[in-house]
Nanobody, 124 residues
Framework: QVQLVESGGGLVQAGGSLRLSCAAA????????MGWFRQAPGKEREFVAA????????YYADSVKGRFTISRDNAKNTVYLQMNNLKPEDTAVYYC?????????????????WGQGTQVTVSS
């Protein structure tokens, strides 16, 4: 199991950028695919991005494709989400999670434990 702590959220104007970090505790971090999810007020949590265990494959929700970039540093047990050209509809609590493969992240199956999340607010 991997324990996760998200950080880097904040308040930003539309068109701005933020970089989220997710620090993982556990010796098996590099064995897991990692992903980012978000939950806006009154909505269900949704998939945002996923990255394979070695960073070789990445996947994105259509709503963030071309604006967000997921990356990871296995030496630091950390996964990142670079968010550019932010829009008010990106406002949400952002969470990271792990799974044995990226399929599990994209389908929501076989997820690990959730972190506390980090709030991202984009003003218009």
């Amino acid at each position: 199991q991997v324990q996760l702590v998200e950080s880097g959220g904040g308040l930003v104007q539309a068109g701005g950028s933020l970089r989220l970090s997710c620090a993982a505790a556990g010796r098996t971090f590099s064995s897991y695919a990692m992903g980012w999810f978000r939950q806006a007020p009154g909505k269900e949590r949704e998939f945002v991005a996923a990255i394979s265990w070695n960073g070789g494959r990445t996947y994105y929700a259509d709503s963030v494709k071309g604006r967000f970039t997921i990356s990871r540093d296995n030496a630091k047990n950390t996964v990142y989400l670079q968010m550019n050209n932010l829009k008010p509809e990106d406002t949400a609590v952002y969470y990271c999670n792990s799974a044995p493969a990226t399929t599990g992240l994209r389908t929501g199956a076989d997820l690990g434990s959730w972190g506390q999340g980090t709030q991202v607010t984009v003003s218009s």
